[in-house]
């Protein structure tokens, strides 16, 4: 069946330090891949969407790639702020959007 | 999130019946409800689609969901346990095959 993994548990980096967190899947379909973030006390928000007609995505400084080569999708930012510590999802929704799996979070803390 | 409303934001029980309201102002036709136990991503409970229920995952009986319209979802707890504290995510999308939107959850705690 569908999955997504996602290793980092948590990561701590400083001010204007490089993100980058991968996620792989595994589909027998084409799929959408997502990352949602998650503030403290707030429900996920979707971030950053790429599908396989676009295999890359920007929002908000970061961006979001994939690879079906390796099944693999990252999210990557080049300088991170304080207001970036959150946890960050990555997801898989199969061509129907009939199943929707979310990775195990990748808690960010960002420090001044 | 005004866009989706949920109540009540925190709620400490023993073991009652509770019910937990979501109203979303987005026009949605979809609505879901998630669970999100501590450090785990949100897992679907149920999936209404124009105030018809068309996914029940395996959830515990005690948990029963009522979808009054197609703006509303309503999840009734009854004799909670312990293991059900979480916090309790209302989400909704256009179609069950958009983008979700989330509200900001009601955190549940069973003493």
């Known amino acids: 069946g569908d999955s997504v993994t996602q290793k980092q548990g948590q990561v701590t980096l400083s001010e204007d330090d490089f993100l980058f967190i991968n996620c792989t899947y595994s589909t027998t379909t084409y799929p959408t891949l997502l990352w949602y973030v998650q503030y403290l006390g707030q429900g996920p928000q979707l971030l950053l969407k790429?599908?396989?007609?676009?295999n890359k995505g920007i929002s908000r400084g970061f961006e979001a790639t994939y690879d079906k080569g390796t099944t693999s999708f990252h999210l990557q930012k080049a300088s991170v702020q304080e207001s970036d510590s959150a946890v960050y999802f990555c997801?898989?929704?199969?061509?129907?959007?009939?199943?929707?799996?979310f990775g195990k979070g990748t808690s960010l803390t960002v420090i001044p | 999130n005004t866009k989706i409303t949920q109540s009540p934001r925190y709620l400490i029980l023993g073991r009652a019946n509770k019910s937990l309201e979501c109203e979303q102002h987005?026009?949605?036709?979809?609505m879901y409800w998630y669970k999100q136990s501590a450090e785990k991503p949100p897992e679907l409970m149920f999936l209404?689609?124009?105030?018809?229920?068309?996914r029940n995952e395996t959830v515990p009986s005690r948990f029963i969901p009522e979808c009054p319209d197609s703006s509303k979802l309503l999840l009734h707890i009854s004799a909670v346990d312990p293991e059900d504290s979480a916090v309790y995510f209302c989400?909704?999308?256009?179609?069950?095959?958009?983008?979700?939107?989330f509200g900001s959850g009601t955190r549940l705690l069973v003493i």
């Open positions: 790429v599908t396989t007609a676009n």
């Open positions: 989400a909704s999308s256009l179609r069950t095959n958009s983008d979700y939107t």
């Open positions: 987005l026009g949605h036709n979809a």
């Open positions: 997801a898989l929704v199969d061509a129907g959007y009939q199943n929707f799996y």
């Open positions: 209404y689609n124009l105030k018809q229920l068309i």
